[in-house]
């Protein structure tokens, strides 16, 4: 699959690394190619490829948004033809003073990514987690995978995120349509509350118990 990075730091970084070493062909949309987040990647890398970010997003079949979340207005803006048609998996978090949501809980950050490029197909996914277990969802010792829940309205899009999330070592949890973003963005604010800003590792993970 071609894969396209918009943003390539601590989230997309990880993710674009893992993914190319899964046989994906995985460009950077760079506006500055020698920007650190760019060297980095590509230290970590180097097969991960650079590209203009609207080329990058044209001729992609999915792409991931992993900008602060400040930034998605005016990047959207500007990739909106581009990005018609493909699916837009959103990593991003809008967070707001004191590890609050960003947007006051009104609205979730994904349903403004969705109407800031209405014919994507936005797919919230790699959100609730910090970094480091995008980079390695490995826990030895346990008999179940990390559980990484993701939302969206179009099912065909899901799908095809659902089966990456898979091949990147993850239970993948589809917790129904974007007005489900809000409160995966609340699950991320625990996360990051227990984690960032208390003592807990930031290798911990949920797991999804089921019986039938
Ligand atoms: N960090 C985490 O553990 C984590 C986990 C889950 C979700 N998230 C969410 O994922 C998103 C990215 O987080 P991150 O920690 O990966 O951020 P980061 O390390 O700061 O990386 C941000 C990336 O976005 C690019 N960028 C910044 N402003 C831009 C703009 N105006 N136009 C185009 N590109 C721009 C940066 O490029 P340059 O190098 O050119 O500045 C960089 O590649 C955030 O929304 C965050 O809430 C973070």
């Given at each position: 699959m071609k894969i396209t990075f918009i943003g390539s730091g601590q989230v997309g970084g990880a993710l674009a690394d893992r993914l190319e070493r899964l046989g994906h062909r995985v460009t950077l949309a760079a506006r500055d190619p020698n920007s650190s987040s760019v060297r980095e990647s590509l230290a970590r890398n180097p097969r991960l490829l650079v590209q203009?970010?609207?080329?990058?997003?044209?001729?992609?079949?999915?792409?991931?948004?992993?900008?602060?979340?400040?930034?998605?207005?005016?990047?959207?803006?500007?990739?909106?033809?581009?990005?018609?048609?493909?699916?837009?998996?959103?990593?991003?978090?809008?967070?707001?003073?004191?590890?609050?949501?960003?947007?006051?809980?009104?609205?979730?950050?994904?349903?403004?990514?969705?109407?800031?490029?209405?014919?994507?197909?936005?797919?919230?996914?790699?959100?609730?987690?910090?970094?480091?277990?995008?980079?390695?969802?490995?826990?030895?010792?346990?008999?179940?995978?990390?559980?990484?829940?993701?939302?969206?309205?179009?099912?065909?899009?899901?799908?095809?995120?659902?089966?990456?999330?898979?091949?990147?070592?993850?239970e993948p949890i589809d917790v129904g349509g974007l007005e489900q973003a809000l409160h995966l963005e609340h699950l991320t604010l625990l996360w990051v509350r227990m984690i960032r800003a208390g003592q807990r590792s930031p290798h911990l993970v949920w797991a999804a118990l089921q019986r039938s």
């Open positions: 203009a970010p609207a080329a990058a997003v044209a001729e992609a079949d999915l792409v991931f948004l992993a900008t602060p979340y400040a930034a998605n207005e005016q990047v959207l803006t500007e990739l909106k033809d581009a990005l018609r048609g493909k699916v837009l998996v959103d990593c991003t978090n809008p967070v707001g003073p004191g590890l609050s949501h960003g947007l006051k809980s009104v609205q979730s950050g994904s349903e403004v990514v969705q109407a800031l490029v209405p014919e994507a197909r936005v797919v919230k996914a790699f959100s609730i987690y910090g970094y480091e277990n995008f980079a390695d969802p490995n826990y030895p010792g346990y008999s179940v995978r990390p559980a990484l829940l993701f939302c969206g309205a179009d099912e065909v899009a899901k799908a095809q995120v659902g089966a990456l999330i898979d091949t990147l070592g993850f």
